[in-house]
């Protein structure tokens, strides 16, 4: 069964302090693994789409990579607008919905 | 341009009412989806269209959902009759192709069962 796991469930930060969050995948040949940032009360937005392992996106203080097995978040140098839940997802066998991870909430405090 | 739209912010009924939601999808986007998050749980697919025709309902958890696209335009998606465990938020998404996995999101529909 296509799986999505992200950690931590939480993650509080000082401005400024880098880390990474991590979004491992079980699926039977990976279609792409997508990124979104959701805040309170608001839809996901989209943030990055990885096709391949060892394919990188950036974005501003974010930076997405792939492995073959999971992928992470790299937040550097993060400010409290940072401050959301970064969902991972990735493409079902049939290419045409989303399979959701439960997210991480960040939270940035200056 | 308009975003994904979806009405109402949140409905509060008892069980065994129907509710029924709208989502007006981007202009132009041919597909779009309906995604639902019960407290605790992850985001699912409900169901996905292509223009007017369902491409993927395998999301749908019984047949006390009903959705519809009529004319390639605007959604609706029918709880009847509604149950406990359909509390929750149901988001609305659209697209122009498939493949890039980039979704564009309504705020959502919160749906409380009394």
């Known amino acids: 069964e296509d799986q999505v796991t992200q950690s931590p469930e939480a993650l509080r930060l000082q401005e400024g302090e880098s880390s990474s969050l991590n979004c491992s995948y079980t699926v039977s040949g990976l279609r792409g693994l997508f990124w979104y940032r959701q805040d309170p009360g608001k839809g996901p937005e989209f943030l990055f789409t990885l096709y391949s392992a060892g394919e990188e996106k950036e974005k501003e203080r974010l930076k997405a990579t792939l492995t073959k097995k999971e992928s992470f978040l790299h937040i550097t140098a993060p400010k409290p607008e940072d401050s959301a839940t970064y969902l991972c997802a990735v493409h079902n066998q049939a290419g045409t919905a989303l399979i959701f991870g439960k997210g991480t909430t960040l939270s940035v405090s200056s | 341009e308009a975003g994904v739209t979806q009405f109402p912010s949140h409905s509060v009924i008892e069980k065994g009412q129907t509710v029924t939601l709208r989502c007006d999808p981007i202009?132009?986007?041919?597909?779009l989806y309906w995604y639902r998050r019960v407290m605790g749980k992850e985001i699912k697919f409900l169901l996905h269209?292509?223009?007017?025709?369902?491409?993927?309902e395998s999301g749908m958890p019984n047949n006390r959902f009903l959705a519809e696209r009529t004319g390639g335009t605007y959604s609706t998606l029918k709880v009847q009759p509604a149950e406990l465990e359909d509390s929750g938020v149901y988001f609305c998404a659209s697209s122009q192709g498939v493949a890039t996995g980039e979704l564009f999101f309504g705020e959502g529909s919160r749906l409380t069962v009394l």
């Open positions: 269209f292509v223009k007017e025709s369902k491409q993927d």
């Open positions: 202009s132009g986007h041919d597909n």
